[in-house]
Nanobody, 120 residues
Framework: VQLVESGGGLVQAGGSLSLSCAAS????????MAWYRQAPGKQRELVAR???????DYADSVKGRFTISRDGAKDTVYLQMNSLKPEDTAVYYC???????????????WGQGSQVTVSS
């Protein structure tokens, strides 16, 4: 299983960016998907999470500005980021909990990381 991210980049404060993450490979079932981020010198933190049923939750710091969504048919998760702030600057990682076969354990998979830089 591979998670391939796209999007991100450089934007001025107040601007918007979007990220997408497509899963490929042997996927029997996909459960929660999420976006994490890691800023220089800081620990990786959860940004947003979405269950297979579509329930979402967000870090307090991004509520009202970021939106996570998923397309089950495409095994893809998205993150729309609006009203970006310099403190949103980080490497963003997608995450997915995936069962590769009917009898396999649920595994945790990560994308390669995408740089998001917000200038002031």
């Amino acid at each position: 299983v591979q998670l391939v991210e796209s999007g991100g980049g450089l934007v001025q404060a107040g601007g918007s960016l979007s990220l997408s993450c497509a899963a490929s490979g042997s996927i029997f079932s996909m459960y929660a998907m999420a976006w994490y981020r890691q800023a220089p010198g800081k620990q990786r933190e959860l940004v947003a999470r979405i269950t297979s049923a579509g329930s979402t939750d967000y870090a307090d710091s991004v509520k009202g500005r970021f939106t996570i969504s998923r397309d089950g048919a495409k095994d893809t998760v998205y993150l729309q980021m609006n009203s970006l702030k310099p403190e949103d600057t980080a490497v963003y990682y997608c995450y997915a909990a995936i069962r590769t076969t009917e009898l396999a354990d649920v595994g945790r998979y990560w994308g390669q990381g995408s740089q998001v830089t917000v200038s002031s």
